[in-house]
């Protein structure tokens, strides 16, 4: 019994709150509703703007060895993770490790 009257304070208070404060609660439902509407059109165009490999695009990887940023195509690479720069690069970090 006391738990139920508990509630139903509670209850009261929270339309009484809603109701004081309506028009800010009406401002974020909107602001709710815009949100989502974004986020789905957003989604929606998403596969219209996938990041598809061209031809054109070098795609850049960091040295292992120093960490600057080099072409894919110019690397030495040892194993799947370990890409290298020069073969100075190779030799650093075969002496460093």
């Given at each position: 019994m006391k738990w139920l009257f508990l509630l139903f304070m509670i209850g009261i208070l929270l339309v009484i709150l809603l109701s004081r404060f309506r028009p800010q609660v009406e401002n974020l439902l909107y602001l709710w509703r815009v949100l989502?509407?974004?986020?789905?059109?957003?989604?929606?165009e998403n596969p219209k703007l996938?990041?598809?490999s061209r031809p054109n695009e070098i795609r850049l990887v960091?040295?292992?060895?120093c960490g600057?940023?080099?072409p894919r195509e110019k690397t030495l690479s040892f194993g799947r993770?370990?890409?290298?720069?020069?073969?100075?690069?190779?030799e650093n970090s075969v002496r460093l490790g």
């Amino acid at each position: 019994m006391k738990w139920l009257f508990l509630l139903f304070m509670i209850g009261i208070l929270l339309v009484i709150l809603l109701s004081r404060f309506r028009p800010q609660v009406e401002n974020l439902l909107y602001l709710w509703r815009v949100l989502k509407k974004m986020n789905r059109s957003a989604k929606e165009e998403n596969p219209k703007l996938e990041n598809k490999s061209r031809p054109n695009e070098i795609r850049l990887v960091k040295c292992s060895g120093c960490g600057c940023w080099v072409p894919r195509e110019k690397t030495l690479s040892f194993g799947r993770d370990s890409l290298f720069c020069s073969a100075e690069c190779v030799e650093n970090s075969v002496r460093l490790g």
